[in-house]
């Protein structure tokens, strides 16, 4: 059973940046395309970027935060990655991490607040 643990968020001014990680327990990590979801308050989760698995690496991002966030990970330290950018209170939210189809069970994710 693959565990998740994101971590690197907090408070952040509106244009300030974050750069989340996401450590995964147990195999698996290195074979599936991975991705990165979040949920604000009376919301429900969504998708807001995706990265392949190996070979040619392709990322796809949600409309919201194209050309703000960039998607990377390391496979051999088992860590997926958001470097978050150009920050607003709309990405305000608890971010998490998991299978690109989130296959996985949930991590405990990491709360993002962009605010003055």
């Known amino acids: 059973q693959v565990q998740l643990v994101e971590s690197g968020g907090g408070l952040v001014q509106p244009g300030g940046s974050l750069k989340l990680s996401c450590a995964a327990s147990?195999?698996?990590?290195?074979?599936?395309?991975m991705g990165w979801y979040r949920q604000a308050r009376g919301k429900q989760r969504e998708l807001v970027a995706t990265i392949t698995s190996g070979g040619i690496t392709i990322r796809n991002y949600a409309d919201s935060v194209k050309g703000r966030f960039t998607i990377s990970r390391d496979n051999a330290k088992k860590t997926l990655y958001l470097q978050m950018n150009d920050l607003k209170a709309e990405d305000t939210a608890v971010y998490y991490c998991?299978?690109?189809?989130?296959?996985?069970?949930w991590g405990k994710g990491t709360l993002v607040t962009v605010s003055s």
């Open positions: 998991n299978t690109a189809d989130a296959r996985w069970s």
């Open positions: 147990g195999s698996g990590f290195t074979f599936n395309a």
